[in-house]
């Protein structure tokens, strides 16, 4: 017999609970997490609600969703191969231009494979879940991107969180491990996604090497940002041949939509076969592919655009400090505004886009109830001019609602 669970209720009431609070944003104004945007005039400006806004929550990096060549790629592929591949790898074949992708990712950090994936979640979950099982050991920074827990309850691992960024708690903790096994993966992000900082990766490396664990970097926020080729933190913290698997996104500084791995374990060709997440979805469409592979070719060919960002992160930072925002201390594409409780963040997020600024808003489970907060991303796309009215205006919301004013 099926016994009713704890509940005893109806499995849509959750669903009903989040609809009710919903509800309540319609009449009052837009909602967080649910934002339509109308038009997208460029890689710095969209339509919303009525209202040309500028964008600050797009993870745009390098503004390159509208580079032309980018662009072209795309539309040429659409016209070549058509506009969807209609089902897996595995099941429909590769086309050609996916492999030429992965040879493209793999060439610039000096690894002997790649592989590409649907989207940067399924990344996650292909090489953590991939690789790990029950029995195994996986250990991963307390504010590890969601991704990377399911990953980890997908694997049957178990699962061990160390204290966010402290490679003296992640020593600790596989210093507690039976010695001499090579059962264990160390999983970290470059940058931290939510609050932006970045991982002490020198350190973490060495925590590694001394009890034998595989490393995993998730490159997504920092890919294209950092290193002298733009290949992220483990190329810009000298520790690229001790990272056995980089994994990032294209959905950011690529401007497309999908994942990769490299690595030099040439073993991880065998995800082809058993990632369930790879095997068993669909994978990129030919324009998101061709698009990626422009995108590659353009980071490659120009560290302006790097340069660039860099600067709009740093003017938007100064704007923001001298304007009275406590901002978190870290320096990173990210910026982010810690605000309090959840209704400070809603209502500070919601009179931004009165005013025309689109910030991405960070509320539990993202982040603890009373630690909410704004983040908004720099991009080589805006204007100083842009920049300066993004920092001006959030300055003054942020003081006039009086909830991280400096002093
Ligand atoms: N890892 C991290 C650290 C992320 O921040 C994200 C997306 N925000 C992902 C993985 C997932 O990437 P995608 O959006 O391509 O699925």
Same mark, same amino acid.
């Given at each position: ?81 058509? =506009? ?97 096994r090579r059962d264990r993966l160390v999983v970290v992000e470059g940058v931290y996604s939510v609050r932006g900082d970045a991982a002490p990766l020198k350190e973490i490396v060495a925590a590694c090497h001394e009890h034998g664990a595989y490393l995993m970097v998730d490159e997504a926020h920092s890919f294209g940002a950092y290193g002298a080729r733009g290949l992220g933190r ?104 810690? =605000? ?23 509320v539990p489970p993202a982040c603890p109830p009373d630690a909410c907060l704004l983040r908004a991303s720099g991009s080589a796309a805006h204007t100083p001019g842009e920049i300066d009215r ?18």
């Amino acid at each position: 017999m099926i016994r009713p669970g704890p509940s005893g209720a109806d499995l849509l009431d959750k669903l009903r609970a989040l609809s009710a609070r919903r509800a309540a944003f319609e009449a009052d104004g837009a909602c967080p997490g649910d934002t339509t945007i109308d038009e997208v005039l460029s890689a710095s400006e969209v339509v919303i609600r009525g209202r040309r806004t500028l964008m600050l929550g797009s993870n745009n990096y390098l503004g390159l969703t509208f580079h032309p060549e980018v662009r072209a790629a795309a539309r040429e592929a659409v016209d070549r191969y058509g =506009v969807g591949t209609t089902g897996s790898r595995a099941a429909n074949g590769t086309l050609a231009i996916h492999t030429a992708l992965e040879r493209a990712l793999a060439a610039p950090f000096g690894k002997r494979t790649a592989i590409i994936f649907t989207t940067g979640y399924q990344a996650n979950l292909s090489v953590i879940a991939g690789l790990c099982r029950a029995g195994d050991v996986l250990l991963v920074d307390a504010d590890s991107h969601a991704s990377i827990f399911d990953a980890a309850r997908l694997s049957g691992a178990t699962t061990l969180a160390f204290h966010h960024n402290s490679p003296e708690d992640l020593a600790r903790k596989l210093a507690r491990l039976p010695s001499g096994r090579r059962d264990r993966l160390v999983v970290v992000e470059g940058v931290y996604s939510v609050r932006g900082d970045a991982a002490p990766l020198k350190e973490i490396v060495a925590a590694c090497h001394e009890h034998g664990a595989y490393l995993m970097v998730d490159e997504a926020h920092s890919f294209g940002a950092y290193g002298a080729r733009g290949l992220g933190r483990a190329e810009s913290e000298g520790i690229l041949a001790d990272t056995d698997f980089v994994v990032g996104t294209f959905s950011k500084a690529l401007g497309g939509v999908g994942g990769f791995c490299v690595s030099d374990r040439s073993e991880l060709e065998g995800l082809r076969f058993l990632a369930r997440s790879y095997v068993f979805t669909a994978s990129g469409s030919p324009a998101t592919i061709a698009s990626v592979h422009a995108a590659l070719r353009v980071i490659a060919r120009d560290p302006a655009l790097r340069a660039r960002l860099w600067a709009n992160t740093r003017r938007l930072r100064a704007g923001l400090e001298a304007g009275g925002c406590a901002l978190e201390p870290v320096e990173s594409p990210i910026v982010s505004i810690p =605000v309090g409780d959840e209704a400070a963040a809603i209502a500070l997020w919601q009179r931004l886009l009165e005013e025309g600024i689109y910030v991405n808003i960070m509320v539990p489970p993202a982040c603890p109830p009373d630690a909410c907060l704004l983040r908004a991303s720099g991009s080589a796309a805006h204007t100083p001019g842009e920049i300066d009215r993004a920092a001006t205006v959030i300055a003054r919301v942020v003081r006039k609602t009086d909830v991280t004013a400096a002093d």
